[in-house]
Nanobody
Framework: QVQLVESGGGLVQPGGSLRLSCAAS????????MGWYRQAPGKQRELVAT???????NYADSVKGRFTISRDNAKNNVYLQMNSLKPEDTAVYYC????????????WGQGTQVTVSS
């Protein structure tokens, strides 16, 4: 079992920045992946960015060049630095954790609201 605790959401003006954090705890295996998804009202949940335990990253095209994902393996934390925020980035952001073999299970945080508005 893995628990995820998110922090860092809020209200920001267009062009501003926010940093999301997520801490994972529990039985964590060495091969894993962490990341962020988001869901805007009336839309499906979508990938924002992921990072593996080996450091490989993947970004949605809509956030490339503006968002940066990073992790601290010693603390099992993942971070999302969001710059040049746009109103269309407004959504609930969910921390994601894939725990590899032998757990082979996906976990989700409760979500944190990010609102970009003037």
């Amino acid at each position: 079992q893995v628990q995820l605790v998110e922090s860092g959401g809020g209200l920001v003006q267009p062009g501003g920045s926010l940093r999301l954090s997520c801490a994972a705890s529990g039985t964590i295996f060495s091969i894993n992946a962490m990341g962020w998804y988001r869901q805007a009202p009336g839309k499906q949940r979508e990938l924002v960015a992921t990072i593996t335990s080996g450091g490989s990253t993947n970004y949605a095209d809509s956030v490339k060049g503006r968002f940066t994902i990073s992790r601290d393996n010693a603390k099992n934390n993942v971070y999302l630095q969001m710059n040049s925020l746009k109103p269309e980035d407004t959504a609930v952001y969910y921390c994601y954790f894939y725990n590899g073999y032998p757990n082979d299970y996906h976990y989700w945080g409760q979500g944190t609201q990010v609102t970009v508005s003037s």
